[in-house]
């Protein structure tokens, strides 16, 4: 089990740029997040999927897109990198029926903007 | 609204001492879920323990415990004779039935445990 995997882990972009950062999980989870974490901000979700094919937006999603085209999958594109979204990315999953269980967290990949 | 504030930023206590880390939540929901995660300086995001709202009941896992109190809206995080591997940035978090159990997190309390 290899668990939440992210890839790139680190990853430089010049503003206008777009990048897709690449989630996936081997748990057969239905739940997937993405968050982003900067400091003195915690973890803030983005975008959250509760299914293949279902995704739904977090409390920061302007400049984010997400699909959900598989139940392992779930890419986190940046539109157009903007210096405000330097910052560490998270990726979680959970099983999720039944309420909420432990999310499991990814790596993480940071991301800088110039 | 769904809201979790960790109202102490950062706190620095001796090794040894005992820590409290505090944790107020806001929800409209009668069916929630509560949340500690830890994150140590090597930055990997660690649970460490699922609360639901009918369950009010401490909780005790070796030198942590959890005291839920739904009068005060408050999930507070207890650390005995801290060590200085305690130290990280703990993180409060809070799920809603009603919003599809999405996980909100509150901004982190940094623990530092001083040798």
Known sequence: NAGVTQTPKFQVLKTGQSMTLQCAQDMNHEYMSWYRQDPGMGLRLIHYSVGAGITDQGEVPNGYNVSRSTTEDFPLRLLSAAPSQTSVYFCASSYGAGGPDEQYFGPGTRLTVT | ?115
């Open chain 2, 1 to 115: 609204a769904q809201k979790v504030t960790q109202a102490q930023t950062e706190i620095s206590v001796v090794e040894k001492e005992d820590v409290t880390l505090d944790c107020v939540y806001e929800t409209r929901d009668t069916t929630y879920y509560l949340f500690w995660y830890k994150q140590p300086p090597s930055g990997e995001l660690v649970f460490l323990i699922r609360r639901n709202s009918f369950d009010e009941q401490n909780e005790i896992s070796g030198r942590y415990s959890w005291n839920f109190q739904k009068s005060t809206s408050s999930f507070n995080f207890t650390i005995t004779a801290s060590q200085v591997v305690d130290s990280a940035v703990y993180f409060c978090a809070l799920s809603e039935a009603s919003r599809d159990d999405k996980i909100i997190f509150g901004k982190g309390t940094r623990l530092h445990i001083l040798p």
